[in-house]
């Protein structure tokens, strides 16, 4: 079986993730493969709601674990693997599909990377990421209202109903147990450089 070197990303809504891996990918071009498990999301209809009827996506139960322990094992054994992107609020139709190659470098990044026993144990290395909550709350309400069709009102709603339990429950509380803390404020402090260097020292091992 093929030797992968696995790197849990995890931590709140909108603390830079998603930035984070496209800084990765650009000082290590070829080298990376990203699994977000924002691409297994369960379909709307599956989903829990809330005591109000509202959606929460915010739980571990909303996503499709089957399909993602499925994807990752053959993503981990070098098998490449092919999804359709979930949208949240956008119409079905609006979704594509993507392919993953499977590469040395496998990031997985999501709120729950260490919820899922599947994941978590096959980390070779684990990243949180935190950031002051005025400025997360700030990046997640421009990123819902310009990409996920969300109102204002229903993104307040969110983060005081859902985020900020969720963020409680199932992220906070594995801070302790990762590998790497890094914050990311204005800019990601020198535990980037860090992270760098370990991806840096991994793949001039597994090229001799």
Same mark, same amino acid.
């Given at each position: 079986?093929?030797?992968?070197?696995?790197?849990?990303?995890?931590?709140?809504?909108?603390?830079?993730?998603?930035?984070?891996?496209? +800084?990765? *990918?650009?000082?290590?071009?070829?080298?990376?493969?990203?699994?977000? +498990?924002? &691409?297994?999301? #369960?379909?709307?209809?599956? =989903?829990?709601?809330?005591?109000?009827?509202?959606?929460?996506?915010?739980?571990?139960?909303?996503?499709?674990?089957? *399909?993602?322990?499925?994807?990752? @094992?053959?993503?981990?054994?070098? =098998?490449?693997?092919?999804?359709?992107?979930?949208?949240?609020?956008?119409?079905?139709?609006? *979704?594509?599909?993507?392919?993953?190659?499977?590469?040395?470098? @496998?990031?997985?990044?999501? +709120?729950?990377?260490?919820?899922?026993?599947? #994941?978590?144990?096959?980390?070779?290395?684990?990243? !949180? @990421?935190?950031?002051?909550?005025? +400025? =997360?709350?700030?990046?997640?309400?421009? *990123?819902?209202?310009?990409?996920? &069709?969300?109102?204002?009102?229903?993104?307040? !709603?969110?983060?005081?109903?859902?985020?900020?339990?969720?963020?409680?429950?199932?992220? #906070?509380?594995?801070?302790?147990?990762?590998?790497?803390?890094?914050?990311? &404020?204005?800019?990601?402090?020198?535990?980037? &450089?860090?992270?760098?260097?370990?991806?840096?020292?991994?793949?001039?091992?597994?090229?001799?």
């Amino acid at each position: 079986m093929p030797k992968k070197f696995i790197i849990g990303i995890t931590g709140g809504s909108g603390v830079g993730k998603t930035t984070l891996i496209e +800084l990765l *990918r650009k000082e290590f071009p070829n080298k990376i493969t990203t699994f977000s +498990l924002d &691409n297994y999301y #369960l379909p709307i209809e599956k =989903q829990q709601r809330d005591e109000n009827g509202i959606v929460n996506f915010d739980l571990p139960t909303a996503l499709d674990t089957k *399909r993602m322990a499925a994807d990752f @094992l053959k993503l981990v054994e070098g =098998q490449d693997i092919s999804f359709s992107t979930y949208n949240f609020n956008n119409p079905i139709g609006d *979704r594509s599909d993507v392919s993953l190659v499977s590469k040395d470098i @496998l990031l997985v990044e999501g +709120l729950f990377v260490m919820c899922y026993p599947f #994941l978590k144990q096959r980390l070779d290395y684990a990243v !949180y @990421l935190k950031m002051d909550p005025d +400025l =997360q709350f700030e990046r997640r309400l421009k *990123r819902d209202l310009q990409e996920r &069709n969300y109102s204002k009102e229903d993104i307040i !709603y969110q983060w005081k109903h859902h985020v900020l339990p969720a963020y409680n429950n199932y992220v #906070l509380p594995y801070i302790d147990e990762v590998d790497l803390i890094i914050t990311n &404020n204005q800019s990601f402090d020198e535990n980037i &450089n860090v992270l760098i260097d370990k991806i840096r020292n991994v793949l001039s091992v597994i090229s001799e």
